[in-house]
């Protein structure tokens, strides 16, 4: 048995902002990786994506890019040697290739038990993120015939590695949009079923989407300031790729995507979309005007020198497909980019509600000395991005302090 005032786990760049804000602090801890650090990074992107904030935004405790193109979009592998990186200068206490298989109340605190042994700490900081299993809808995976190849965003590499023929991209959101127009300029035909998506363009009146909405104070809105957590805390990512274009719906349907509503099933070797395609591009174009109309008035009241304010063409549905054959000639694969959730099968304590989700007020459980972070919305907006995990990492941290304080007096 070792012992840590805290085992923090996972070392991506959540668990090693926590580790830099406990080293300030001087609270003695260990950060826990099942892989190596930034291992998602590593493993679980596809060959050519980039990072969808700009790198000026890559900012983490003690650390800003430095680079020499502030405006640029990180590779994966350069994503994964950042953090790399900011592990080694922090001098962050991590230990790979070390799986975290339980946690478990133990005597003044919790029990982490590995594969490499076990651990004995008053708190444990869970950092594993949101998007460690892929969602997909298992009643529509039983439908789909044995022949199709299907994969998901996190398994999906390059077009080259997938069978040949055409595929099928479910989802429209960040992953979805990207895989689809990267199948589609290889030359394979391509149909993507889209459901509720978030419309947003690369830049807006001569700036980063982003840049609007990190100056306007909107991705630090917190969590305790919506009407609505559950559903912020639920909806799709934003349609935005690492790269200066906007790639919305129109532009992919431009490019020769086909599009279709949800998909719903599949009825004699044939795939079925819902007929609410334009129904799900009519809100989505609603809520991108609400949007553009808080930036403008922001832009008014802090009187900043911009292009004029702009509006985007409705997103075209006309023709779109109601149905797609499987196999013989038709969709040979199907990618799932359907989400993601976090995994904390390991956590044998009573912090989930009945659908399994983990119960918590902006990353403090239900259980005291217990955190979770790097889930959406955790406590701002942005608590998903890179740029997002300082603030909540401090937050959580000094919430955790105080913890140990109440518990050094109760013992004292």
Known sequence: MRYATTVVIGAGHCGLAVSRCLTERSIDHVVLERGEVADSWRTRRWDSLRLLTPNWMTRLPG???????????????????????????????????????????????????????????????????????????????????????????????????????????????????????????????????????????????????????????????????????????????????????????????????????RFVGVREGTAQFSGSLPNVCALADLKLGRLLDTIDGWADRAGVDAAPPQRFAPTAVAGHEQSAHLGAGGIETIVWATGHRADLSFVDLGVFDRKGRVLHDGGVTTEPGLYVIGLPFLRRRKSTLIDGAAADARELTDHLAAHLDTVARRAG
């Open 63 to 261: 650390f800003a890019y430095r680079g020499d193109d502030p405006d640029g979009f990180l590779a994966a592998s350069e994503v994964a040697r950042l953090i790399g990186d900011y592990a080694e200068d922090s001098a962050a206490p991590v230990l790979t290739g070390t799986a975290v298989t339980s946690v478990r109340s133990g005597p003044r605190g919790y029990l982490v038990d590995t594969d490499g042994g076990s651990w004995h700490a008053r708190t444990v900081v869970i950092a594993t993120g949101a998007a460690t299993v892929a969602t997909v809808p298992a009643r529509l995976v039983e439908q789909v015939p044995a022949a199709i190849t299907t994969t998901t965003a996190a398994d999906y590499r390059s077009p080259d590695r997938l069978p040949a023929g055409a595929v099928l991209v479910v989802g429209a959101s960040a992953s979805g949009i990207q895989i689809a127009d990267e199948i589609r300029r290889s030359g394979r035909p391509v149909t993507l079923a889209a459901g509720e998506h978030v419309r947003m363009p690369r830049t807006y009146r001569g700036r980063d989407i982003l840049w609007w909405m990190d100056a306007s104070g909107l991705l630090d809105e917190r969590y305790d300031e919506v009407p609505d957590l559950v559903r912020a805390r639920n909806l799709p990512s934003m349609q935005l790729v690492g790269a200066p274009q906007m790639l919305d719906l129109n532009a992919l349907r431009r490019g020769g995507v086909r599009l279709a509503g």
